[in-house]
C-alpha cells in the first residue's frame, strides 16, 4: 500500500508566478495498475516525481507499506520504486549492448566497474527474461542498445525495471513516443510483466482509451485534486472521454 496525505507542492514560491499545484492532496494505491490522466500541468508527472523522490515535497507524508519515506533520497527510495519515462533512451545506456544494460540493472544500488559489470553465470537468466517478451530479444544480447527500435527499447527498459522486483512501478508516459502499433505492443508486454510479478503499478498516459483497456483503476487529476477515481469497468468510455475532457 503507498498512503498520501496532505501532499502540497508549489512552484515559483514567493512571486507572482507561483502556481499551487497539491494543496492538500491524498490518495492510496495499492497492488494493481492505476492510471492517471488529466491535461498538461494537472500534476501527473509532479506525482510520480515526489513518489519516486525526484522532487521533494513541501508539506505531506509518503507511505510505502507502513514505512515514511517523505524525506528519504531518491537513490534509496529506487530500490522498491522504478520508473520508465517516455524516452526510449532514458531508461537504458544506447552506448552500452542489451546484456551490458541488463547486467546494470541487476546491479542497481551497488558500485560496479563495466569490466565486471557482466556475470557468465547470469546470462542464462537475462535471456530468459527477455524471451518473456516473446520479441525475439534473447538473441540480441550482443547488439547496441542504440540500434534498437523504440518499442524494443522500451520492452527492454520494462524488463530491466522489474527485473529486481520492486514494490511500485512508475510508467511516465511510456509510450506516447511511440506509433500506434509499437505502443499497442508494448502496452500489452507492460501488462504481461505487471501481472507476472504483481506490481504496483502507476501508469501516466494521455490516452483515456489505452487506459481502460488496460489499467484496473482510473483516476483523473484536474489542478492537482482527484476528479475521477473508478475501477475501470466501472466507467464507459463516454465517460471518461467527457471527464478527461472537462478536467
Known sequence: MLQIRHLKKHYNVDSDNMIRLFEDFNIDFSKEMTAILGPNGCGKSTLLDLISGAKASDAGTIHLE????TEMEERFRSKDIARVHQNPSMGVAPSLTVLENLALADHKGKTVT?????KKDRIDFYRAQLAELNL??????????????????????????????????????HTAALDPGTSELVMEKTRELVDRHQMMTIMVTHDPRMALR?????????RGNVQTDVLAGEIEERELLEAFVTA
Request: proline content about 2%; overall charge negative.
Open 136 to 173: 525475439g530479444m534473447e538473441d540480441k544480447l550482443s547488439s547496441l542498445v542504440g540500434e534498437l527500435s523504440g518499442g524494443q527499447r522500451q520492452s527492454l527498459a520494462l524488463v530491466m525495471a522489474t527485473m529486481k522486483e520492486p514494490k511500485i512501478l512508475l510508467l511516465d508516459e
Open 66 to 69: 507502513g514505512e515514511n519515506i
Open 214 to 222: 488496460f489499467a484496473d483503476r482510473i483516476v483523473v487529476l484536474s
Open 114 to 118: 563495466l569490466k565486471k559489470l557482466v
